[in-house]
């Protein structure tokens, strides 16, 4: 992976921020952040998040984190809101706070009170003391992430430069794990989180920027060192079939269905997705679950699977068959949940066509684009994960968790405000 830093680019944004009054750091966060989210390979629609500590005129510190509703590759100052920074660096030593009361100290720290909520992940970016932390899911990244028992081998590729911290649910937990990580080997660069992606941080935004782009490339030339070959993003360049899409959307515009008023289909079919999809195992991998497991809100666990020359009556069996097993997937697991949950709808995200390809399914043709946008990166991931070793994402219990998490459903229940 290159490093896009560019010396006059740099220069521009922070007379940018200067001309707005604003400050150089914020200028260089807003470049960085939008040259993370300019590569498919770092972050993807709302993935990731940055951030930078600066300190007023008066002395107070402040944290301008990723807010919701923001992509990376877009990103402006109104997307990057401040917090204050003591507010935040108090709840490290307070009590175990729930995500309702999370959410309300973030807020209670906004300078600005219509400001879009900070990242969930905000107490994490504020308990590291750097002053800009950035943070992505790489596909290379995840290609070993996603592998069993790894503290070992981010030891041997990485030295003491990245710490490991074992998977736990983003949020308030997550941040007081990944600070006992850092406390614990606080000569490191970056944090390495299991079945999640990377973090790097530094006092200047350029070096940890290519931090970023080092220890992604070490993870690439780790794939390379055991003969998996990692392709970059893919256009699609396969035939659709048009029979099989025109008899798909008439399954899932029936009455009952979510799609009922409409339905939008983005198929793709790239080198990687048919090599995924051409798997004899295909159906066993998929439901692992997801690369990362923010994906799960926007495809849920696993797709569908079809033949290629499916007809209508074999989709809506295909999709009875998937609704069954997704509400026993939603029994088993609410039942221990320590408070209620009510089970979205039983409809597929994904259908992937055996040997061809893969529809993602929205109710718009931007959601569907999403969807696509994450299979054809998660298929790459898959593919190098399963010939580097065995692709072992989150387990069900927990990518139920992050599908179920209040916060996470809060952004698509009212995506403007928290995507």
Not at 161 to 177: N, Q
Not at 254 to 260: D, L, N
């Amino acid at each position: 992976m290159k490093s896009r830093w560019n010396d006059e680019d740099a220069a521009r944004y922070v007379e940018t921020a200067r001309a707005a009054g604003q400050s150089d750091a914020l200028g260089l966060r807003i470049y960085t952040s939008r040259i993370i989210g300019g590569d498919p390979d770092l972050v993807l629609h709302g993935g990731g998040n940055t951030s930078v500590k600066v300190t007023s005129s008066d002395g107070e510190e402040f944290m301008h984190i990723k807010g919701s509703g923001w992509d990376l590759d877009t990103i402006e100052a109104p997307g990057l809101p401040a917090v204050r920074l003591a507010q935040l660096l108090a709840a490290r030593n307070g009590p175990k706070l729930s995500d309702p009361h999370m959410v309300a100290l973030l807020r209670e720290s906004l300078l600005e009170k219509d400001a879009p909520n900070p990242s969930v992940e905000a107490l994490l970016h504020a308990f590291l003391p750097f002053a800009y932390v950035d943070h992505s899911h790489a596909t290379a990244i995840l290609a070993l992430a996603d592998q069993p028992d790894m503290r070992e081998t981010v030891k041997r590729i990485y030295g003491d430069r990245l710490a490991y911290v074992p998977y736990v649910m983003p949020g308030f937990d997550l941040s007081i794990e990944a600070d006992r990580v850092f406390q614990d080997h606080r000569g490191c660069e970056g944090l390495w989180l299991e079945n999640h992606g990377l973090f790097t941080f530094a006092d200047d935004a350029r070096t940890s920027y290519e931090l970023m782009i080092e220890f992604v490339t070490m993870a690439e030339n780790e794939l390379a060192r055991a003969g998996v070959e990692l392709s970059g993003p893919q256009a699609s360049d396969g035939p659709k079939n048009t029979g099989l899409a025109t008899r798909l959307e008439k399954a899932c515009t029936k009455p009952g269905s979510p799609f009922a008023g409409g339905v939008a289909l983005d198929y793709r079919s790239t080198a990687a997705i048919r090599t995924h999809a051409s798997k004899p195992d295909v159906e066993a991998i998929s439901m692992r679950g997801t690369v990362t497991p923010d994906h799960v809100i926007r495809i849920k666990p696993w797709p569908m699977i079809i033949e290629a020359d499916a007809d209508e009556a074999e989709i809506e069996s295909a999709l009875a068959t998937y609704g069954d097993r997704y509400r026993a997937y939603f029994e088993r697991n609410a039942a221990r949940a320590s408070e209620p949950k009510r089970i979205l709808d039983v409809y597929p995200r994904v259908v992937l066509v055996r040997g061809e390809g893969i529809f993602a399914i929205g109710a718009s043709a931007k959601a569907a684009k999403i969807g696509g946008d994450l299979c054809e990166q998660a298929t790459r991931a898959i593919n190098a994960a399963e010939a580097y070793g065995r692709f072992t994402p989150i387990g069900e219990a927990d990518l139920f968790d992050m599908e179920y998490w209040s916060l996470e459903q809060a952004k698509l229940a009212a995506p403007a405000k928290f995507q």
